[in-house]
């Protein structure tokens, strides 16, 4: 790339990159902008001009020109299952940002003609009815047609699964299969199941059954997993909480990135969390995890974050919008001996909470245990999701000490909240304002991969606009953030709920080097152009880990996708579509504005001269008889 005007000179403090002529958000307030930055050893040393990082330029240092463009530090997603993502990631045709069922179904139907016999195609998350033009699910009928022969699995959120015939017969699905508990098997006339699988509320038939599809084995997910995380960091991720769930089990589901940590292969920085798998024996796991690990054991690549998102499975509620708010059983007992635990024994911990009544039997526990002197006791702990936090459960958890995780899922589910809860509570579904105004530590994610994108330019554009991926706008100005909040979000909150602010989230000497170059500037593209962002340039610990544009094959080599026969491997990842740039209706409104700026002129100087006409008098000789 262009250097000009830097010098390479023999130094002992020689950088092995810099990056310069750059729009750089530092997110520091001692220095909030600069135009270069040099790296050494995966840590900043310099952020400064041109002036500033040529004594560092030496031989063998990599100068990379960044073209004028914004750079931000690297987003950090606060509440991603990526590693549950990643062991999925290759087999999963993805419909993220496809813009109509009609192009999803010509997808489907050319994977299901190149999946071998005995594999299935499973579509799972990342994608809303309310995105494509046509604004509904396929039905049975298309996914039959699609893939007469071939196992189809097509998840829609946590509302529904469609399951084609051969996808029917493959689950075990029969007419004397008992409907799970929370969940429905339909069924037609005769009894037998017709391929629709409802959540009533509970997701778990939707999991179960894609859970009897095929998995990868082996050097499969390694390679599945490094290619997932070079698709977040192709959208300028550079770090993630893993908030573990369900069918992830300890220690067998997280070998994977184990091995590539040990291998210095992870191109994402992960803090886990662990969430005890099995009903009725939770205090016991929690127990025995406490006694071999703490959290924080690990390194800045890989480490354990504490407990999570479930304690215990009977307090969990469930997000199904299409139905009604489960009334959960008590469960206050082992719910408080699981708190207490990990409390006594310095364990921080997330908790899944959608709903207020859950919250505040949630802290009404905390409040019990900080008699003890155990709230707040230094440990990190927070609730996720809280759609309808109230105002007086935000005070409580400030509390105690805690902080909040939001995510976009009403960019995917809005619609079915509004139809449920009405306008005012879809405003404040997540009061975001009144988190922030409190001091609560606010971090954002996005809940990827079964029900959001893991994009998270759509969730950034979410905070900033209020509107779902169907373009339905349920949050008011009053409750929205500004770009540089919503990017402190992503970034420096991210780092507090990790205990890691000190070392990353914005771009400070001394920092760890985690950074993108982006492909537009996300402070200066329309509101709705923020969602078609990508970065360009993706650098976490001084290692280039993605690279496009002009900076192609800049980035690490990968293994080839495998299989062969990957969804990936012929569509990638998420479907991008082109910036808008100005709608024709926002050209519209601006064409009004300004017939209106010109009327108000008029009368501006028909009140300052004699002219007497008034506005509706004109004369154009084009329309004279």
Not at 105 to 122: D, F, I, N, S, Y
Not at 366 to 392: C, M, Q, Y
Request: glycine letters at 10%.
């Amino acid at each position: 790339m262009p250097v000009g005007g830097l010098t390479r000179r023999a130094t002992d403090n020689a950088a092995d990159l810099v990056v310069r002529n750059a729009r750089i958000h530092t997110g520091d307030p001692i220095r909030p902008q600069a135009e270069a930055i040099a790296i050494r050893d995966g840590v900043i040393t310099v952020v400064g001009d041109d002036n500033d990082v040529a004594p560092h330029v030496g031989p063998e240092t990599q100068v990379v020109d960044a073209l004028g463009r914004r750079m931000i530090p690297g987003l950090n997603d606060a509440h991603l299952h990526v590693i549950r993502g990643g062991l999925h990631y290759v087999l999963e045709l993805r419909w993220d940002g496809v813009r109509t069922l009609r192009q999803g179904l010509a997808m489907l139907r050319e994977q299901a003609a190149r999946t071998p016999k005995g594999q299935w195609v499973r579509v799972v998350g990342g994608w809303s009815a309310e995105q494509f033009a046509e604004r509904r699910l396929p039905t049975v009928a298309e996914l039959n047609a699609a893939a007469p022969d071939t196992p189809v699995f097509v998840l829609h959120l946590y509302q529904a699964a469609v399951l084609n015939r051969a996808a029917v017969k493959a689950a075990g699905l029969t007419r004397d299969t008992p409907d799970p508990k929370g969940g429905q098997i339909v069924r037609g006339r005769d009894g037998e199941p017709t391929g629709m699988l409802l959540a009533a509320p509970s997701a778990l038939v939707l999991y179960s059954t894609l859970a009897k599809a095929p998995m990868l084995e082996g050097e499969d997910r390694k390679t599945s997993t490094r290619h997932f995380l070079r698709e977040l960091n192709r959208f300028g991720l550079t770090s993630a909480i893993d908030a573990a769930g369900g069918f992830q089990n300890f220690p067998d589901n997280y070998s994977t990135v184990v091995e590539l940590a040990k291998a210095g292969q992870l191109s994402l920085r992960i803090a886990y969390h662990l969430f005890p798998q099995t009903a009725g024996q939770e205090i016991d796991d929690l127990k025995r995890w406490i006694e071999v690990a703490r959290p924080e054991d690990g390194d800045e690549w890989l480490r354990l974050n504490g407990a999570g998102e479930n304690l215990t499975w009977a307090a969990a509620d469930f997000e199904n919008f299409a139905e009604p708010r489960p009334e959960l059983s008590d469960y206050e007992s082992e719910f408080e001996k699981a708190v207490r635990l990990l409390m006594e024994n310095g364990w921080g911990f997330r908790l899944h909470a959608t709903y207020d009544e859950t919250i505040r039997r949630d802290l009404a526990v905390f409040e019990k245990i900080a008699a003890d002197g155990l709230f707040p006791g230094g440990n990190r702990w927070l609730f996720d999701h809280a759609e309808t936090v109230s105002a007086d459960s935000l005070d409580r958890i400030a509390a105690l000490g805690g902080a909040m995780s939001v995510q976009n899922r009403l960019s995917f589910q809005g619609e079915a909240f509004l139809s449920r809860y009405g306008p005012g509570a879809a405003a404040d579904a997540p009061p975001l304002r009144s988190m922030l105004e409190r001091g609560l530590t606010v971090g954002a994610g996005t809940d990827a991969t079964r029900v959001s994108t893991y994009n998270p330019w759509i969730a950034l554009h979410w905070l900033v606009t209020g509107r779902t991926a169907g373009d339905l706008v349920l949050r008011p100005p009053h409750n929205r953030v500004d770009r540089r909040t919503a990017l402190a979000m992503f970034t420096e909150a991210g780092a507090a709920l990790t205990g890691e602010e000190g070392v990353k989230g914005v771009l400070r000497s001394g920092f760890l080097a985690d950074l993108a170059v982006l492909s537009e500037d996300y402070f200066n593209v329309p509101e709705q152009d923020i969602a078609h962002i990508e970065s360009l340039l993706t650098v976490v610990g001084g290692r280039i880990v993605h690279a496009a544009a002009e900076y192609e094959g800049l980035e690490e080599e990968l293994p080839p996708v495998s299989p062969a026969w990957s969804p990936v491997a012929h569509f990638g990842g998420y479907q991008a579509t082109p910036a808008t740039g100005w709608s024709g209706a926002r050209q519209a409104e601006l064409l009004g504005q300004a017939v209106t700026e010109s009327e108000q002129h008029r009368q501006w100087r028909a009140r300052r001269t004699a002219d007497p006409r008034p506005s509706s008098t004109f004369f154009d000789p084009c329309f004279s008889l």
